[in-house]
């Protein structure tokens, strides 16, 4: 959402640019100044859009560290493994099958979940 200021001078509208207005208006505009707030502007809008798009790359970081870090839990808990033997093991999975890392993990889950929590066997359907 772009800030409209009423600057009375071109003098203050630069220092509203300066201070991160996106959008500055005065009753008289010098050239120069609508392009210092212009420049402004656009250099803001970019910021902000890079902050957006880190963002969601982190969010995503975060959730394959999540499933990742489950994946890990049923392979130390099934196969008795470390946690650096399970990870391990995901990751040779996932250069075997040229897979990422995080398919590998939902694959373990889903087989977790299909299999049940694996101390009695599964009950053919009736």
């Known amino acids: 959402m772009a800030t ?7 003098q203050s509208a ?16 010098e050239p120069e100044v609508m392009a210092a707030i212009g420049t402004s502007a656009v250099a803001r809008a ?3 859009r890079a902050a957006r798009q880190e963002a969601e790359n982190l969010r995503g970081m975060l959730e ?8 890990k839990g049923v392979l130390m808990r099934r196969l ?12 040779k999975a ?3 099958e040229n897979r990422k890392m995080r398919e590998i993990a939902e694959s373990i889950l889903s087989a977790e979940r299909l299999y ?3 101390d009695q066997p599964l009950q053919p359907d009736a």
């Open 4 to 10: 409209a200021i009423l600057a009375p001078d071109a």
């Open 14 to 29: 630069k220092e509203f640019a300066d201070c991160g207005a996106f959008v500055v208006l005065t009753p008289a505009v």
């Open 46 to 48: 970019g910021d902000l």
């Open 64 to 71: 394959t560290r999540k499933v990742v870090e489950r994946a």
């Open 80 to 91: 008795g493994v470390s946690e650096d033997a399970a990870y391990r093991r995901m990751q």
């Open 94 to 96: 996932s250069q075997d």
């Open 116 to 118: 049940g929590d694996g």
